[in-house]
C-alpha cells in the first residue's frame, strides 16, 4: 500500500515542492534577495530554504572529529579549507587563492585570501589552521581522521599520533597571517586535492577554548563557510542560517538549509514524493526500477569514488582464519545484485580502489574471471578446510545499520551464505551512531562498510587498511602492506606499490567488496546547481538555488 501512495503521489506533488517543502521545514526565513538568477534569468523561489535528507543524525559537527558522510555533507556547508572540489571533481581554491611546492614536494607553500571571517566576524589566518590540523592528530582529542594527517606525509604526525612528541612539533606553521606552510616527511603531489577534506579544514580556537566539548552546539558555535548552525532539534531536524561573514555571501542564494535525519530511505522517498523535501541522500534499492521509469529525470546516478563492502573482524572467531574470510567472500554473487537489488547502475567489485580513480592502475584478482559455479564450489572447499560440515555449520552475526538498501543486501547475501555454504547468519541493525561506535570498539563479527574516497587518488582506500588508520574496524594488519603504502608516498610512481598492496588484500581477504558504487539520489526539478557529475559525491548547498513552481 505505501508503494502505491508513493507511486499515486507523481508529478503533481512535484509541482508544488515548493510550498510543501516550506510548510515541512517550519522555520522563519527571509525573503529571497533576488527575484531572479543574476547569471541564468531563471526566476527564483520566494524564499530560498533548501530542504535535504540527510539520512541520520550527525555523531559530530567537529570538523576534526567528523567520519561519515552525514555529518560531513553538514560540515562542508558549515566551514571552509584550503580548497574544495569542483562540480566536476576537481580540486579548485577555496580559502586558499594559490599554492606552490619546493624541495621535491617536501614543502608545499599555501596563500590565503585576506577576506576569509569565522561567522563572529573575526578574520580566518594561517594560525587557524596550524591549530585545526594539530588538533587532528592531538591524541587528547581522539579524532578517528588522525590517520589522514600522517596519510598526507605531514612530518612528525605519525609521533605525534603514537603519543612520542608534542602536537606543537607537527610540520605546519603560519609564515604570517595569510601563509600557511606544510613541511613532509616524504614528497606527496597531490597535497591540495587532500585538503578538501574536512579533517584538514581550520578549527576557531576562540570558540573551543570558551565552550570545549560543546562549541559545536548552536550559539557556541563560530564557523567559516557559507552558513552557520542555527537550531539543531535531535531528531527532527538540523537548520543552517546563511553566513553574513563569509568571504562570498553576496553569490550565495540559498538562505536556509535543513537537513533531515531520515534512516528510512522508504520514508525519505515519501517524503520527497510529497514535496517535504528537495533532494534525498540515497533511494530504496526496491524503488529503482520504478523511479527509472517515473521520475527519470530526477534521478542522479553518477559513477563514485566509493566502494560497498563487507568488513571481517579478524580478532574474532571464525573470521581469525582466512580460508573462512575467502569462502564467504567467493560465494557472494555480485552480478546478482548490481542486476536485480541494487540496480542503480553500480559495477561488481572484487577488489578495494574503484577502476575511476585517477590515475590507477586498476587490476582485478584470478576469481573475478572465475564463472560463480567455480567460486561457489571452491568456497565450500576452503569451508571444508577450515572444519565446518553439515553437522558442524557455520554460525554467525552480520551487523548494518539501520537502512532498507542495507537490510536487502544483508538479507540477500545472507540467503547466499546459507544455501550455498549452509551458514546460519542472524542480522542484525543498529541506529547510526550506534553502529559506529560499535565497530570500533570490535563488537562485531561480519559488518556493513561503506567507503567514500576522501580525495582522488588510490591511497584514500589503500591507507583504510593500515595498521594505523583509525577506520580499520576489523583490525587487519600486515607489515608489508603498511610498508607498501609508506613507500608508495615518496614513489615518482606509486602505482606498483598500490598493485602489491591490492594482491595482498586478494590473499587475505580482510574485507570483502561487494561493487563500486554510484551517487544514487532524487533531486527536485526546482533544485538548480546539484553536481551530478562529481565523483567525490560533495554537494555545496552555496552553489544551488531553488527556482519558482
Not at 558442524?392 to 536487502?408: G, M, Q, R
Amino acid at each position: 500500500m505505501v508503494l502505491l501512495t508513493l507511486a499515486a503521489c507523481g508529478d503533481q506533488s512535484t509541482k508544488k515542492a515548493g510550498d510543501a517543502a516550506l510548510a515541512a521545514a517550519d522555520i522563519n526565513a527571509p525573503e529571497a534577495r533576488l527575484q531572479e538568477h543574476p547569471e541564468t534569468g531563471e526566476k527564483l523561489a520566494r524564499r530560498q530554504v533548501l530542504v535535504r535528507g540527510n539520512a541520520s543524525e550527525p555523531a559530530s559537527l567537529d570538523p576534526q572529529l567528523v567520519e561519515d558522510t552525514v555529518g560531513g555533507a553538514i560540515v562542508v556547508d558549515l566551514f571552509e579549507g584550503l580548497t574544495r572540489s569542483g562540480p566536476d571533481g576537481d580540486t579548485e581554491p577555496a580559502l586558499a587563492r594559490s599554492w606552490a611546492s619546493s624541495d621535491n614536494n617536501l614543502t608545499w607553500t599555501f596563500y590565503l585570501r585576506k577576506d576569509g571571517r569565522w561567522s563572529d566576524g573575526a578574520g580566518v589566518t594561517a594560525h587557524d589552521f596550524v591549530y585545526g590540523w594539530r588538533r587532528a592528530v592531538d591524541p587528547e582529542v581522539g579524532s578517528n581522521y588522525a590517520y589522514y594527517i600522517e596519510s598526507a606525509g605531514v612530518a612528525n604526525a605519525d609521533e605525534i599520533i603514537a603519543g612520542e612528541k608534542s602536537p606543537e612539533t607537527l610540520g605546519v606553521r603560519a609564515l604570517d597571517d595569510f601563509t600557511f606552510e606544510v613541511s613532509l616527511d616524504e614528497p606527496i603531489t597531490y597535497l591540495p586535492d587532500m585538503t578538501v577534506h574536512y579533517t584538514m579544514f581550520p578549527a576557531p580556537r576562540q570558540a573551543i577554548e570558551a565552550h570545549g566539548a560543546d562549541w559545536t552546539k548552536p550559539g557556541n558555535m563560530v564557523s567559516n563557510g557559507a552558513y552557520q548552525l542555527d537550531t539543531w532539534h535531535l531528531g527532527e531536524k538540523l537548520v543552517a542560517a546563511r553566513n553574513s561573514h563569509y568571504r562570498a555571501d553576496a553569490q550565495t542564494i540559498i538562505d536556509r538549509v535543513v537537513y533531515v535525519p531520515i534512516e528510512s530511505a522508504s520514508a525519505e522517498l515519501q517524503r520527497y514524493a510529497s514535496g517535504e523535501l528537495h533532494m534525498t541522500s540515497t533511494v530504496p534499492v526496491s524503488q529503482m526500477a520504478r523511479l527509472k521509469k517515473e521520475r527519470p529525470d530526477e534521478l542522479v546516478m553518477a559513477p563514485s569514488i566509493a566502494t560497498y563492502m563487507y568488513t571481517f573482524n579478524v580478532n574474532r572467531p571464525p573470521f581469525d582464519d582466512v580460508r573462512v574470510r575467502r569462502a564467504l567472500t567467493y560465494a557472494i554473487d555480485r552480478n546478482i545484485i548490481v542486476s536485480y537489488i541494487t540496480r542503480g547502475e553500480q559495477m561488481p567489485a572484487f577488489s578495494l580502489t574503484p577502476p575511476y580513480v585517477s590515475g590507477f592502475d586498476f587490476r582485478q584478482p584470478d576469481y573475478a574471471t572465475w564463472s560463480q559455479p567455480k567460486r561457489d564450489e571452491l568456497a565450500r572447499e576452503e569451508l571444508r578446510k577450515a572444519g565446518y560440515t553439515e553437522d558442524e555449520p557455520l554460525e554467525f552475526e552480520l551487523l548494518y545499520n539501520t537502512d532498507e538498501s542495507h537490510k536487502a543486501l544483508a538479507i540477500v547475501i545472507s540467503q547466499m551464505w546459507k544455501e550455498k555454504l549452509g551458514a546460519n547468519v542472524t542480522i542484525s541493525n543498529l541506529e547510526w551512531k550506534t553502529f559506529l561506535s560499535e565497530k570500533q570498539a570490535g563488537n562485531f563479527g561480519i559488518a556493513r562498510h561503506g567507503w567514500k574516497g576522501d580525495y582522488n587518488e588510490a591511497s584514500t582506500f589503500l591507507t583504510l587498511l593500515t595498521s594505523d588508520s583509525g577506520n580499520n574496524d576489523g583490525g587487519w594488519s600486515n607489515p608489508e602492506y603498511d610498508q607498501l603504502l609508506l613507500d608508495a608516498r615518496s614513489s615518482e610512481d606509486p602505482n606498483p606499490y598500490y598493485v602489491r598492496a591490492e594482491e595482498i588484500l586478494w590473499q587475505e581477504f580482510p574485507v570483502a567488496p561487494v561493487y563500486f558504487n554510484t551517487t544514487v539520489a532524487l533531486v527536485s526539478p526546482m533544485l538548480k546547481g546539484y553536481p551530478e557529475n562529481n565523483p567525490r559525491n560533495i554537494v555545496y548547498s552555496k552553489d544551488m538555488y531553488i527556482t519558482a513552481d
